[in-house]
């Protein structure tokens, strides 16, 4: 009789920030609302969309991606005084949707009843400084995610506020996707050509965490890249949405983008929560079945 295979048992969770774990977009309550000129008035005093209208402008005259281009406008646009206390203080600002300050605590309890090991990363096109404070501010354990991957800049350290100098990483809406791949081998460096091993073939059953054991949340097309890799490797996509705004998750659902759409509510029993608990109890019986069907075949041979 040959020496079992134990498969994992790990179940993974990945979610988009801005409009998935809190309404709207990051860089606006802290930043955009509150930026003003060398006269003390308002740059963006109509509001947000000003500044995307520019970050647009921005990416087509210099032919740029567009995660750069509100980057590079954010330190233009300071006055190149922008600085890490800023990017943190607008992570004060941040607010996150209800029932988020339990979610990981249920979510994780239900998974361990289900035989399953539970991790929780964020991919992001937002920026890292913010959702880092965010995660102070909440007072979410450090070890709550596995990891965070977000845009983030580069400081001057000689400069005792920390003055931004420039981007340092961006991450794009199909760069997300190499993320959930290094996440799905295990090989969690936040820098994607450190490691060559990563860049290996690895069949699913000897990943760390399989595709099929992903549940992904989003909120629009800008996570369709990986809710696409996803689905297409038997793994599951959520898309979340604000009460009255279902018009995008409705779409995605028609396309087959999502396996299900549910409002942003992460409470006790929430339609959002019966629904994720139904994709860990299909994923433990999966795995259930997975690992007997592989003893069953090892005893045979």
Known sequence: ?????????????????????????????????????????????????????????????????????????MIEKSNRTLTEKMLNNCGKEVRLFKGLDTWFKRINQYSKKKKLDPQHFIVSSGLKEIIDQVIVEKKFKKTCFEGIYACSFVYDEKHKDKTVKGPGLSISASQKVQYIFRISKGYHDIYLSRDKESKSFKSQDNRIAPFEQMIYFGDGPTDVPCMAVIKERNGHSICVYEEKKNDTAKELLQDKRVDIIAPADYSKNSELEKCTKVIIDKIAAKVVFKQLKLDNQNTKL
């Open 1 to 73: 009789m040959n020496q079992t295979t134990k498969l994992s048992n790990k179940i993974t969770f990945i979610y988009d920030f801005d409009g998935t774990l809190s309404p709207g977009n990051m860089q606006e309550k802290g930043f955009i609302e509150k930026l003003t000129n060398n006269l003390g008035e308002l740059v963006y005093d109509k509001g947000p969309s000003g500044f995307w209208g520019q970050v647009k402008e921005y990416a087509e005259k210099h032919n740029a991606d567009e995660i750069l281009s509100y980057m590079n406008l």
